[in-house]
């Protein structure tokens, strides 16, 4: 079954065709990141305004990638929430009429939920499974099994769901506030660089001491909300009051940005496995473009680790937005398991 996937719920035009809910036969992620980083985060207007522009010429370029017909295509699959509205309305009404012209089925996907598919994708190289329970039957491109925890986090989003089924995903919580990727944005940006600052946070602390400035861990006991804003709130303070002494220097930049994602990747891998305990699931599945982040990826692989627990994630360019994860999403949902 080919599916199309489209995305555009924010500031990325993304266009993917994807057969059986795993293989990739064309994934275009067009990134507008170079029309927002002067302001310092996504202006709306601009972001829905470029939309329109790169739709058809994303679509016919993965058209032309995957070298198939358009009329091969099986079934159309968009995000239809959350995100910006003018943004959304852009694939959602190409998704629409491609629906309409070709009379095939149009499924709405939520794009959150749609990260944690894009552990069912394959990509040109495994998946950096780990192996704690079953170490013969994972290979690193089998898609991991039900139940199982899923943590989302990305620029919008801080959310962990039970996944007991592909049409049974329970959110247990989310962030109250800032989602953890606007926290490394905003971050970023009290330390002068620009939209988006989760990249330059993760440089700028390889070369920092995460010991050095001791910023809070916002665990929430007996809660499974996220919340980062009080974090970014203590970091703000202690650049304010820390700019008056050296100037902020290179090396007390790189120490905040080590302290502080020490702080979010401690409280993400904290939380999860406990929650993963508490729901006496032995899986979970990472997503969402902060997963990217590589002190993240090796402090849940070796907690996961430690507790036996098997671990999922996606590929760095997969859990980033893309429409190949939204594609995925519909064929499981069609599928109906
Ligand atoms: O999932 P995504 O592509 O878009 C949303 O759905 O929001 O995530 C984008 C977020 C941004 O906040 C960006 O700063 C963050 O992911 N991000 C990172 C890294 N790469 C991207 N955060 C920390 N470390 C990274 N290496
Ligand atoms: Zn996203």
């Known amino acids: 079954m080919l599916i199309l996937g489209i995305e555009t719920s924010c500031d990325e035009t993304a266009v993917a065709i994807v057969e059986d809910g795993k293989r990739i036969l064309s994934n275009e992620v067009f990134s507008q990141v170079r029309f927002h980083s002067k302001y310092g985060g996504v202006i709306p207007e601009i972001a829905s305004r470029k939309q329109i522009e790169l739709i058809n010429p994303i679509l016919q370029e993965v058209q032309r990638r995957a070298k198939i017909k358009w009329d091969d295509i099986n079934a159309v699959a968009v995000t239809s929430s959350p995100g910006?509205?003018?943004?959304?309305?852009?694939?959602?009404?190409?998704?629409?009429?491609?629906a309409y012209?070709?009379?095939?089925?149009?499924?709405?996907?939520?794009?959150?939920e749609a990260h944690l598919y894009a552990n069912f994708l394959e990509g040109d190289s495994p998946r950096p499974v780990t192996t704690a329970t079953l170490p013969s039957e994972k290979s690193g491109q089998s898609p991991i099994e039900m139940p199982f925890l899923g943590l989302v986090v990305s620029g919008g989003h801080t959310s962990l769901f039970l996944v007991k089924g592909h049409n049974d995903i329970e959110l247990l919580g989310s962030t109250r506030d800032d989602a953890a990727g606007e926290a490394f944005d905003k971050v970023a940006k009290l330390l002068g660089f620009p939209y988006p600052g989760g990249p330059q946070i993760e440089k700028l602390a390889e070369k920092g001491d995460p010991d050095k400035i001791e910023f809070p861990r916002p665990i929430l006991p007996g809660s499974y909300d996220f919340s980062f804003s009080g974090l970014k709130t203590a970091v703000a303070y202690y650049v304010r009051d820390n700019a008056r002494i050296d100037n902020l220097s290179y090396k007390t930049k790189c120490d905040i940005a080590a302290g502080f994602q020490e702080a979010v990747v401690q409280t993400l891998v904290y939380k999860t496995i406990k929650t993963a305990k508490k729901k006496e699931v032995g899986r979970i599945a990472l997503g969402g473009g902060v997963i990217v982040n590589k002190r993240l990826r090796s402090q849940f692989m070796s907690e996961a680790e430690k507790c036996g627990m098997e671990l999922s994630i996606p590929l760095p360019e997969l859990c980033l937005d893309n429409a190949a994860m939204v594609a995925c999403r519909a064929y499981y949902m069609m599928k109906n398991v």
């Open 84 to 98: 910006l509205i003018g943004s959304l309305l852009v694939g959602i009404s190409t998704a629409k009429a491609f």
């Open 101 to 112: 012209v070709f009379n095939i089925p149009l499924l709405e996907i939520n794009h959150v």
